[in-house]
């Protein structure tokens, strides 16, 4: 089936640093991606929609300038977490469809800020 | 508003059957899919169901009924490994996902 690779898997960061996620469909082309944030418990949260070749689409509350979503090439997107705090620290998933079917998602990446 | 629900937490013991049930209120639909996820990691794929009826995959089936927004997921033959969450999730109208919260299944021996 189609795989969605998400890294880093893991990372700790100081607070006011910048962190890079990387979300990159391996075995097909993905138009459009979504990134999730997800907190101890609770569902997944879209917090933006990222669209290859053009500007990402943010969920009300979520600050475009604080997460920026690059979707440079039709397998490859990028959150970077800039000027990271200890309330950013979360799950982050990726993932991308094929037709209206089912999402494939990336493996997460756990975000720890300290 | 739109709106999933899905039950909390459910406990089942191995080897027997459990239904998680899940209802829904979206603007539109257009699917309706389930997926398990393990603690720290990310959600796997279960079933997919965009018409009314029953579908079964090996030891998962999904029901869905529209005009009821109902569905359920039926685990049998629980084994230790289906402790988990389970989280329904429907596309509505704009085909965008929306997510119930979770349930988390736990497995007795």
């Known amino acids: 089936g189609a795989v969605v690779s998400q890294h880093p898997s893991r990372v700790i960061c100081k607070s006011g640093t910048s962190v890079k996620i990387e979300c990159r469909s391996l075995?097909?082309?993905?138009?459009?991606m979504f990134w999730y944030r997800q907190f101890p418990k609770q569902s997944l949260m879209l917090m933006a929609t990222?669209?290859?070749?053009?500007?990402?689409?943010?969920e009300q509350g979520v600050e475009k300038d604080k997460f920026l979503i690059n979707h440079a090439s039709l397998t490859l997107s990028t959150l970077t977490v800039t000027s990271a705090h200890p309330e950013d620290s979360s799950f982050y998933i990726c993932?991308?469809?094929?037709?209206?079917?089912?999402?494939?998602f990336g493996q997460g990446t756990r975000l720890t800020v300290v | 508003g739109q709106n999933i629900d899905q039950p909390t937490e459910m406990t089942a013991t191995e080897g027997a059957i459990v239904q998680i049930n899940c209802t829904y209120q979206?603007?539109?639909?257009?699917?309706l899919f389930w997926y398990q996820q393990h603690a720290g990691e990310a959600p796997t794929f279960l079933s997919y169901?965009?018409l009314d009826g029953l579908e079964e995959k090996g030891r998962f089936s999904s029901f869905l009924s529209r005009s009821k927004g109902y569905s359920y997921l039926l685990l049998k033959e629980l084994q230790m490994k289906d402790s988990a969450s389970y989280l329904c999730?429907?596309?509505?109208?704009?085909?965008?996902?929306?997510w119930g919260a979770g349930t988390k299944l736990i497995i007795k021996p």
């Open positions: 169901n965009v």
């Open positions: 979206t603007s539109g639909f257009n699917g």
């Open positions: 990222s669209n290859e070749g053009s500007k990402a689409t943010y």
């Open positions: 999730a429907v596309k509505d109208s704009n085909y965008q996902l929306i």
């Open positions: 075995d097909f082309q993905a138009t459009t």
């Open positions: 993932s991308a469809n094929i037709g209206d079917t089912e999402a494939f």
